[in-house]
């Protein structure tokens, strides 16, 4: 083989590579594109996590579909915006969809990518082919507060300031004991740990600020796709509450897994796996 032939075939490994595995830099999120299947799935992860929290999910879907695996601006490594909003991200999510023709995806959130989930669907229900909502409601602040309602001139510099002004130590110790609480496996919870402490602490104080003030709980009566929505198991407890925030969503199937904390893909694997897979198929 000639020189110019080995360059050629170099070129066309590179780019075979390149669409198996991309990450766009025309977004401020990080994407990782897997697999080459006519259906489409995009997953949305949670606060302060990486994409990677969708791993094993990705890897029993396979080659059947075409995956877009999210990282979030600002977490788990990923480079920060100068301001970054939860409906900011809405939106940038709703324009990747279009600008890269990803045709009638089904998306897959978990906590803040739930409701990021209900929000892309409600705003543009007919690019959406269905949403699967992995532990969250649509107003969490309201299961604690029934009368709360969103404030559209909230200022998050404050909690800014007091996030950039703790200590490493104080950060990783309130973090330590948060993840304690999410997941229960402590390889697992070392994993979701360490995403926490790459993340920027601006957009983490920012994000946590923001979407503590999200309520869509009216939004989601515009929601035309089917929705599967998977609780861990202490929200049984509280099932008229549940219930009560996705009254508007009619299209909703409520799942609650027997044993499991919030990261309910660690957690709850086999049951998690079940329902994703009914459901998708």
Same mark, same amino acid.
């Given at each position: %083989?000639?020189?110019?032939?080995?360059?050629?075939?170099?070129?066309?490994?590179? *780019?075979?590579?390149?669409s198996s595995k991309?990450?766009?830099?025309?977004?401020?999120?990080?994407?990782?594109?897997?697999? /080459?299947?006519?259906? @489409?799935?995009?997953?949305?992860?949670g606060f302060a996590s990486s994409g990677e929290v969708w791993n094993e999910s990705q890897k029993e879907l396979g080659n059947d579909y075409t995956s877009y695996i999210l990282t979030m601006p600002g977490f788990a490594g990923?480079?920060?915006? *100068? @301001?970054?909003?939860?409906?900011?991200?809405?939106?940038?999510?709703i324009e990747f969809i279009k600008k890269e023709n990803i045709s009638n995806?089904?998306?897959?959130?978990?906590?803040?990518?739930?409701?990021?989930?209900?929000?892309? *669907?409600a705003t543009a229900p007919d690019i959406i082919s269905k949403i699967i909502v992995v532990d969250a409601v649509p107003c969490l602040v309201a299961l604690n507060n029934p009368a709360f309602k969103s404030n559209p001139n909230i200022d998050c510099s404050q909690m800014v300031e007091q996030f950039?002004?703790?200590?490493?130590?104080?950060?990783? *110790? %309130?973090?330590? /004991?948060?993840?304690?609480?999410?997941? &229960?496996? &402590?390889?697992? /919870?070392?994993?979701? !740990?360490d995403w926490t402490l790459k993340s920027d602490r601006?957009?983490?104080?920012?994000?946590?600020?923001?979407? &503590?003030?999200?309520?869509?709980?009216?939004?989601?009566?515009?929601?035309?796709?089917?929705? !599967?929505i998977l609780l861990n198991?202490?929200?049984s407890h509280i099932k008229p509450m549940i219930e009560q925030q996705y009254s508007s969503l009619k299209t909703a199937d409520i799942q609650y897994a027997d044993q499991s904390l919030h990261f309910i893909m660690f957690d709850s694997k086999d049951w998690y796996m079940q329902q994703l897979l009914n459901f998708i198929k």
């Open positions: %083989m000639n020189l110019k032939n080995i360059i050629l075939t170099i070129v066309a490994i590179v *780019a075979m590579v390149s991309s990450q766009t830099s025309e977004f401020p999120f990080k994407v990782d594109k897997d697999g /080459q299947g006519k259906k @489409n799935i995009i997953f949305i992860p990923v480079p920060a915006q *100068a @301001n970054p909003t939860f409906k900011g991200w809405r939106d940038l999510i995806p089904i998306i897959i959130g978990h906590s803040l990518g739930g409701v990021m989930a209900m929000d892309i *669907a950039k002004n703790i200590t490493d130590a104080q950060f990783l *110790a %309130m973090q330590k /004991q948060g993840v304690g609480s999410m997941v &229960s496996d &402590s390889a697992k /919870q070392n994993l979701v !740990l601006s957009t983490f104080a920012k994000i946590y600020c923001d979407f &503590s003030n999200i309520d869509v709980r009216e939004d989601i009566k515009k929601i035309t796709c089917p929705a !599967l198991s202490g929200f």
